[in-house]
């Protein structure tokens, strides 16, 4: 799926589901919270992790970001 974080927000709280998470960024950056330890991936750029381990999204630049994300299995 696609999804946008506004300039300077983060994407609702910490949070776990069963399987495995792949994210790309498209556009902007992003600081990927897993478990305390934060991950700056920039454009061009992606991280995978176990998403049972708790995690967040953050946007810290003054524009949105877009990001393509996997999940496994698929929790909607």
Same mark, same amino acid.
């Given at each position: 799926? +696609? %999804?946008y @974080?506004?300039?300077e #927000?983060?994407l609702?709280?910490k949070?776990?589901?069963?399987?495995?998470?792949?994210?790309?960024?498209?556009?902007?950056?992003? +600081? %990927?919270? @897993?478990?305390?330890n #934060?991950?700056l991936?920039?454009?061009g750029?992606?991280?995978h992790?176990?998403?049972t381990?708790p995690?967040?999204?953050y946007?810290?630049?003054k524009?949105?970001?877009k990001?393509l994300?996997v999940l496994?299995?698929?929790?909607?």
């Amino acid at each position: 799926m +696609i %999804v946008y @974080i506004p300039p300077e #927000e983060g994407l609702g709280s910490k949070f776990s589901h069963p399987g495995e998470e792949f994210v790309y960024v498209l556009e902007g950056t992003v +600081i %990927v919270d @897993i478990d305390g330890n #934060e991950y700056l991936v920039k454009a061009g750029e992606s991280i995978h992790y176990p998403s049972t381990i708790p995690h967040s999204w953050y946007n810290p630049l003054k524009q949105k970001a877009k990001l393509l994300t996997v999940l496994t299995p698929i929790i909607f």
